[in-house]
């Protein structure tokens, strides 16, 4: 069968109060094909092409409920693995007549570019709704429409609109969806009456939250993936609460399936919002929406318009003018919105102009995934970074980390790295200055430390070098390291690691530890069976708990885990592993496990390079935190912050006596 041709393959007589136009479709510019249904009751299967590869569109009316199904019959839904379309009211026009009274004046909400928006209320319920009227005609108008009533029927999210019902009575369309008091956030920025108080900044940025879940939604829960390709402030709804909700999805595509990177199409979109990769060549990517969204979230920040003619020529462009000030921190307050007057978190303005950034890279593949833009939003609009304005002070000597890119999997470690290094301001955490993203080149810009890793103290020490760290500097290391897990596992929400090994712990000149290499840090809790946890954990396997190998169910207790071996590592001078030893010594949590249990037997697990200087209680209860972190039920190991406890006690010299 051709792909522009459709099969009616069953019909069945429908009151006939329903009509319903199906439109043409052309697989250019994905247009349906029109066939009427006049009379009766119908479900109609047809078989159209989409994006070069057959979809089937199952249409059941009476109530509406739309299934699209690939070559293989697997459904279409928002849920993987679900075969549930959510089923929807179909309206008559006098219905929705007698809600709105006629569709008085008095219950015009707005006028918007597809035709009027009225609310009235249900009878039946006392449900307040929105009745929206669809002006246009033609066959665009027609599948935008239909486009509209099919994703709102499969897609079902908090951060989407929710679809009550439709009405197709004649020429008549007309949609019905719940009712948002607050209205569209373009009136909240943009049409705000003077009387009315600005969005304050953690407003803002739960809204941004809100925006950022709908589309990671959209992309990685519905399956096939969703391109939402309308993301403009008018078409972000406010609840009571300020909870926003994505609507208005005529634009949507269905993203690419398989093997395929990309959907070819014509360019639609509202100027300003538009990704450039897909204006000047048509390849449409669920990265054009993180575009978007990077352009939604400067509007949030600066107040401005996407575009603003009644602005200076060089000011007419939001993201043009924006990348001029983003490359000179000095001038980031230039960019914030003078009607939040100041009233915002210095970090968390920098870290929503460098989410910003992220998002609005000319090469898509630069761009973040919205899973990872959660993580960064999810921070700033829970208030925990701090609350006054500053720059932080220049740094005279800097290290530059270029990274080598394992193709799609390597861009997203970058990402990662950026987003999280820049969540966090704490001393045991490195401090992350800039980066770079030009063409392939992916560069980390950071504090320099000047002793290095931990690694090569303790595992690669020449012996020219200065003397074996003594007894508390080794301590001081390891409590340096258990505060930097502490704020990121006391975060909100809280953060894994995932990499903790001494090569990924670096010290200041005053042996202060800096845990360094986020690229494998995670939310917690995190449980993904299509992670390959094999690939995770190649850079620090013999760091990892026992239940992450078998169970995949990643959380903070994994990092705790590490701890106790990077402790171990720290008391005995010895590696995690080392195939250089006997095949009894090789591992180094299973040959001291034997000797933990051995009270007479804790000398053994001193570093010889000590030589016996560290006071006797001290060495024994560093062991004991060490055993504890260890243990093989993860709910019997510590929370970091009860080890930070502990270990304080050991950086004095309050636990005296000598070992001999």
């Known amino acids: ?226 391109i939402y390709r309308n993301l403009k402030p008018s078409n972000i709804l406010l609840d009571k609460n300020f909870k926003a909700k994505l609507s208005d999805f005529g634009l949507s595509k269905l993203g690419p399936s398989g093997e395929k990177k990309y959907v070819s199409t014509s360019v639609v979109g509202t100027y300003g919002y538009i990704a450039p990769e897909y204006q000047k060549t048509g390849f449409l990517t669920m990265k054009a929406d993180v575009y978007s969204f990077g352009v939604v979230l400067l509007e949030l920040v600066t107040g401005r318009r996407a575009v603003d003619i009644t602005k200076q020529t060089k000011e007419q462009n939001l993201v043009s003018w924006a990348h001029q000030i983003l490359k000179e921190p000095s001038k980031f307050t230039e960019l914030a919105d003078p009607a939040l007057q100041g009233n915002f978190p210095a970090n968390g303005f920098n870290q929503a102009l460098a989410v910003a950034a992220m998002c609005l890279q000319e090469e898509q593949t630069a761009r973040p995934m919205m899973s990872d833009v959660i993580t960064a939003i999810m921070y700033l609009s829970s208030g925990n970074l701090d609350d006054s304005i500053h720059s932080p002070p220049p740094e005279p000597i800097v290290a530059v980390k270029k990274l080598n890119l394992d193709g799609l999997l390597g861009h997203r470690e970058f990402l990662v790295q950026v987003m999280m290094m820049s969540l966090f301001n704490h001393p045991n955490l490195v401090n992350l200055i ?137 008391i005995s001078g010895r590696r995690a592993v080392d195939l250089s030893r006997p095949s009894k010594e090789q591992n180094l949590v299973t040959w001291s496990q034997q000797r933990l249990n051995k009270p007479n037997k804790f000398p053994e697990l001193a570093d010889p390079l000590l030589q016996c200087e560290f006071p006797v209680k001290g060495f024994n209860q560093a062991l004991a935190i060490a055993a504890k972190c260890l243990r093989e039920e993860p709910s019997a190991r510590p929370m970091m912050s009860d080890v930070v406890a502990n270990l304080m006690c050991l950086t004095t010299d309050n636990y005296n006596g000598i070992l001999v």
């Open 1 to 226: 069968m051709s792909p522009t041709t459709t099969k009616v393959k069953e019909l069945r007589s429908i009151p006939k109060r329903l009509k319903f136009d199906f439109t043409t479709f052309n697989p250019i510019n994905n247009t349906f094909i029109t066939y009427g249904v006049k009379e009766g009751s119908a479900q109609i299967e047809c078989e159209i092409g989409i994006n070069c590869h057959m979809l089937k569109l199952q249409i059941s009316i009476i109530p509406l409920t739309m299934h699209i199904k690939d070559d293989k019959e697997s459904t279409i839904s928002a849920n993987k693995g679900s075969d549930h379309a959510i089923k929807q009211q179909a309206f008559t026009f006098q219905e929705l007549a007698d809600v709105t009274e006629n569709f008085s004046p008095e219950h015009l909400v707005d006028v918007g570019n597809f035709g009027k928006i009225y609310r009235g209320k249900l009878k039946e319920t006392g449900e307040i709704i929105v009745v929206e009227q669809l002006d246009r005609y033609g066959s665009r108008g027609q599948r935008e429409f239909l486009l509209q009533v099919m994703m709102l029927s499969f897609l079902n999210h908090p951060n989407l609109i929710n679809l009550i019902g439709y009405c197709t009575e004649g020429d008549k369309r007309f949609l019905v969806h719940e009712y948002l008091p607050l209205g569209s956030l373009d009136q909240h920025l943009h049409d705000r009456p003077s009387k009315q108080k600005p969005l304050d900044w953690y407003t803002r940025m739960k809204i941004a939250l809100g925006i950022a879940k709908g589309l990671e939604y959209m992309h990685h829960n519905a399956s096939p993936p969703v």
């Open 434 to 570: 800039g980066y770079c993203v030009e063409g392939e080149e992916r560069i980390l810009v950071h504090e320099y430390l000047p002793m290095g890793s931990l690694h090569h103290y303790l595992h690669d020490r020449s012996p020219k070098q200065k003397p074996p760290l003594d007894w508390y500097t080794r301590i001081r290391i390891a409590l340096g390291v258990a505060r930097g897990l502490e704020c990121i596992h006391q975060s909100s929400p809280p953060i894994i690691h995932l990499n903790l090994k001494p090569s990924n712990v670096l010290l200041d000149c005053d042996f202060n530890a800096k845990l360094s290499n986020f690229k494998l840090a995670k939310i917690e809790p995190f449980s993904d069976k299509r992670i390959n946890l094999e690939k995770v954990m190649l850079g620090a396997h013999d760091y990892f708990a026992p239940e992450d190998k078998i169970t995949g169910l990643l959380t903070v207790k994994t990092d705790v885990y590490s701890f106790g071996v990077v402790l171990l590592e720290l």
